[in-house]
């Protein structure tokens, strides 16, 4: 079965803090992404990655930085925490190709900057 | 552009009883994918059922099955039977086949609570 773990499921960060939030996963996915999930707004797309070092913008990614430089890790940065990025945050992966390859999801993090 | 509506912010539904969460989709690609995925209130996101869009028979999976319109673009998930381990938030997306869309991306709808009732 495929493993994608987050490494925290709950944080707490003060204002103006640089904020890591890292993923694994154990199935040499090619496909890594961070989402962040509000009630009303499903989920959006803050950044994907599709290869090593490789990175696009999603959605929302002002506010955001991410790394990928392994493949099994993709780390997502709030280079200055503010309160508006309280949030539950999700990381997936995919294999690369194919369409019809589901996204496999890590358990999430609670994020609250205070 | 691609995008997902889910209408139905809340639903209920019986125990024992089926139930159709609704989905409507937009894309301008031929070949593309749909999922549906449950989130139970311990948040993880679970892997539900696939529609490919050259699929010519509805999937299923156990109890859950997918209504699949593809003129009226839409993708409709129906679970049979209601069980209380149902009740949680449920989404779909979608896909577009990367080879043609230039893009990894998966579109997400802003979800349907459903409460099953005992």
């Known amino acids: 079965d495929v493993k994608v773990t987050q490494s925290s499921r709950y944080l707490v960060k003060r204002t103006g803090e640089k904020v890591f939030l890292e993923c694994v996963q154990d199935m040499d996915h090619e496909n890594m992404f961070w989402y962040r999930q509000d009630p009303g707004l499903g989920l959006r797309l803050i950044y994907f990655?599709?290869?090593?070092?490789?990175?696009e913008k999603g959605d929302i990614p002002e506010g955001y930085s991410v790394s990928r430089e392994k493949k099994e890790r993709f780390s997502l940065i709030l280079e200055s925490a503010s309160t508006n990025q309280t949030s539950m945050y999700l990381c997936?992966?995919?294999?690369?190709?194919?369409?019809?390859?589901?996204?496999?999801f890590g358990d999430g993090t609670r994020l609250s900057i205070l | 552009a691609q995008k997902i509506t889910q209408t139905q912010p809340g639903m209920f539904v019986q125990e024992k009883e089926a139930v159709t969460l609704d989905c409507t989709y937009d894309?301008?690609?031929?070949?593309?994918?749909l999922f549906w995925y449950k989130q139970p209130s311990s948040g993880e996101m679970i892997f539900l059922i696939y529609q490919g869009s050259y699929d010519e028979q509805n999937a299923t999976e156990g109890r859950y099955s997918l209504n699949f319109q593809k003129a009226r673009k839409s993708a409709n998930l129906v679970i049979s039977a209601s069980q209380l381990g149902d009740s949680a938030m449920y989404f779909c997306a979608m896909r577009e086949d990367p080879y043609s869309s230039g893009t990894y991306k998966y579109i997400f709808g802003t979800g349907t609570r459903l409460k099953v009732l005992a």
């Open positions: 894309t301008s690609d031929q070949s593309y994918g």
């Open positions: 990655s599709y290869d090593v070092k490789m990175k």
């Open positions: 997936a992966s995919s294999p690369g190709g194919l369409s019809n390859q589901p996204q496999h």
